[in-house]
């Protein structure tokens, strides 16, 4: 680098360059040795001066290339690279040692020194050195220009007792001392200061080398400025997709979102609590992060509510960023009972706006006064807008999940509506020929029965009646299902009537005593003694009985084991329901069967139809009742008819 070039750092205003410039103080140098030298003599001098020149200026080549490789190669640590430009300088500079010193635009700050004692940097460490004004650095914060000062020892910042200047004479030895500043476009940003243990002032080319310097230590340090800016922006980028990631895996599960988003933004943000309000009337979800166990608790006491008394008040009321830098300096604050359990001074609320409107805010707190930065409200201004996109998923979500049941309930309705139109149909032919066939089969054996009795000698009459009287009797059971299938087509009401319960319960048995003797079967009855009166179909109830009394006979003929019982009961269901339940100890119904038994054609007997029930749920429901089944105990099935009772049924059972 050519001497007194600027390269990598601002060219400094005449303001600030105080000292002459090298080229001519060493011109006017020259000029007054020729006048006592020979023309040879001249010359020697001139080449030693170039010689001594050229190669200061591939030291300091040397030494700038050094601090711009480090510059370059630096992740992000300025300090290798302060380390280096200071030890460049003091060597460049014939100095004994030297500091960097970051200036915040109240006080100097130590951040890198060569050659000197601890004792001093301890002296500077022990408070913010705000330097005195006849100091060197004082001086130079006044003029923005390097000073230099020939003898410390003389100077009035060391007669009146500075500690910095008296350490640095007394403790360090120093006397000659220079401090240039290093600058950012137009603001102060620092200095470099070099110290001489003797009283030997610094040359202007010194000067310019040590400006050099600055000009290079300013670009570390906005390099390392910059690549931390991008570091967090990176890692911000990063933990946004994150959020969308789990947004996306877990629209199900909404808590785990917002709390996820919470711990994120806390950590980016700097901050050590976190807590997410929800409006409840939006969503219900509340979340918070870090502090003590009871966070959540004195949280959630913190309700969703306009007001000027809390952060988050405030945001909810105005919609926007509100930062409080310390919520004890503030008059207005309220929550001072959770503030004394969790302990935090900055506070910053963002709210969670759709449409514009606030459905909940996030709070940011930290527990000693440093407030947030622009660039994290600006954060935590997103993440909340995360927040709101994540809980709009999961409320879409969980209305498409109402609407689909909804449907889908209205699509098993319609099946199940077509399916019975189709067992209307297809079954009526099915279904006559399987309720006809129970009488037709009974007149046919009566029939040959009173045959046989005919043909005894002498023939048994009695025998004849009897069987003739059972023909006749399934005749008329055979008719009645064909008038009982036709009411089942008719309009609902159609044929109804006032029916005793008892008495319907015990014609049905008594019809079917012979079946229950023919098959070692005990029939018990449980009647209630006032009897209670329902409105409806005689015959269909009838059939209806009928059918589950014949499922159970044959359910406990197909097995062996046990006594064989089936019991009859009705009993009040309630003020205006009763329960005709028929229960056999049979093997009760087969687990894979037990679901769709109620399903039309679905049968386990090699003969049967898959009907009965069929017809009997049918029944049973366009009387306004239910038909269900359930094991019975020890064994067996117990089917339950619960048919509205014509008036309330009388408690009294038996
Ligand atoms: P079907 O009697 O023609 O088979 P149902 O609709 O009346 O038609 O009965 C359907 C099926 O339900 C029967 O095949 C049988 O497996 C079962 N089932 C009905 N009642 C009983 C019962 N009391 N015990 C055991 N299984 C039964």
Avoid at 45 to 68: C, H
Avoid at 600 to 616: D, I
Wanted: glycine content about 8%; some cysteine.
């Amino acid at each position: 680098m050519a001497r007194g070039s600027k390269a990598g750092g601002k060219p400094l205003g005449g303001r600030r360059r105080k000292t002459p410039g090298r080229k001519r103080h060493s011109h006017q140098n020259a000029v007054r040795r020729g006048g006592v030298a020979s023309v040879a003599g001249r010359r020697k001098v001139v080449v030693s001066r170039l010689d001594r020149e050229l190669k200061e200026v591939a030291e300091q080549q040397v030494a700038t290339s050094e601090v711009l490789r480090l510059i370059s190669s630096s992740s992000g640590d300025v300090q290798p690279i302060f380390a280096s430009i200071l030890a460049s300088a003091v060597r460049l500079c014939a100095a004994d040692n030297g500091v960097i010193n970051r200036w915040d635009g109240g006080a100097l700050h130590l951040i890198a020194t060569h050659n000197m004692p601890q004792a001093f940097i301890d002296v500077r460490n022990q408070s913010p050195y705000r330097p005195h004004q006849h100091s060197a650095s004082g001086r130079m914060l006044a003029s923005k220009a390097p000073v230099h000062i020939a003898d410390l020892a003389e100077d009035r910042s060391y007669l009146e007792g500075n500690p910095p200047t008296v350490a640095a004479v007394e403790v360090v030895g120093i006397r000659t001392t220079l401090a240039v500043p290093m600058w950012k476009g137009d603001e102060l940003v620092g200095s470099i200061s070099l110290g001489r243990n003797e009283v030997r002032p610094f040359t202007s080319g010194q000067i310019e080398v040590v400006q050099n310097f600055a000009a290079q230590a300013v670009v570390a340090i906005e390099n390392a400025r910059l690549l931390h800016e991008l570091r967090e922006t990176l890692e911000q980028q990063v933990a946004a997709a994150d959020v969308l990631k789990i947004i996306s895996r877990s629209t199900f599960d909404l808590q785990t979102v917002l709390d996820t988003l919470l711990e994120l933004v806390v950590r980016l943000c700097g901050a050590e609590l976190g807590a997410l309000h929800p409006k409840r009337a939006n969503f219900r979800a509340f979340a918070t992060y870090g502090g003590p166990a009871s966070h959540n608790e004195v949280a959630s006491t913190v309700l969703f509510e306009p007001d000027s008394g809390s952060v988050m008040g405030r945001t909810a009321l105005e919609g926007r960023p509100v930062q409080v830098a310390d919520v004890l300096a503030d008059p207005q604050y309220q929550l001072q009972a959770a503030q004394q359990q969790l302990g935090y001074r900055t506070c910053l609320g963002v709210p969670l706006l759709r449409d514009g409107e606030p459905i909940g805010v996030i709070v940011l707190m930290r527990s000693t006064v440093r407030p947030f930065t622009d660039r994290q409200i600006q954060l935590a201004q997103n993440f909340a807008d995360q927040a709101v996109v994540a809980i709009e998923n999961a409320r879409l979500l969980t209305e498409l999940r109402q609407r689909t049941d909804a449907l889908s309930r209205t699509v098993a309705e319609l099946q199940r509506e077509r399916k019975n139109k189709l067992m209307n149909l297809e079954a009526m032919a099915a279904s006559i020929s399987h309720e006809v066939r129970q009488p037709l089969a009974s007149i046919a054996s009566n029939g040959g029965a009173a045959i046989r009795f005919l043909g005894h000698a002498p023939p048994n009459l009695e025998e004849v009646r009897s069987a003739l009287n059972r023909m006749v009797s399934e005749s008329h059971r055979a008719s009645q299902v064909f008038d009982n299938i036709r009411a089942l087509f008719e309009k609902a009401e159609q044929g109804h009537e006032s029916i005793d319960v008892n008495d319907l319960v015990r014609s049905v048995l008594s019809g079917l005593q012979g079946e229950l003797d023919d098959h070692g079967i005990t029939g018990r009855l449980d009647l209630p003694r006032d009897s209670p009166s329902i409105t409806g179909h005689k015959g269909q109830l009838q059939e209806v009985l009928v059918n589950l009394i014949h499922n159970a006979i044959e359910a406990m003929r197909a097995d062996e084991a046990g006594r064989r019982l089936l019991q009859v009961s009705v009993r009040p269901g309630g003020a205006d329901k009763l329960i005709v339940a028929v229960e056999d100890s049979g093997p009760g119904i087969d687990a894979k069967q037990a679901a769709n038994i109620f399903d039309a054609f679905v049968t386990t007997k090699p003969h049967g139809m898959g009907l009965g029930l069929a017809l009997s749920r049918m029944i049973v429901e366009r009387h306004g009742g239910q038909l269900s089944v359930s094991p019975a105990q020890p064994r067996g099935a117990v089917f339950r008819m619960v048919l509205p009772t014509a008036q309330p049924s009388s408690k009294a059972s038996r």
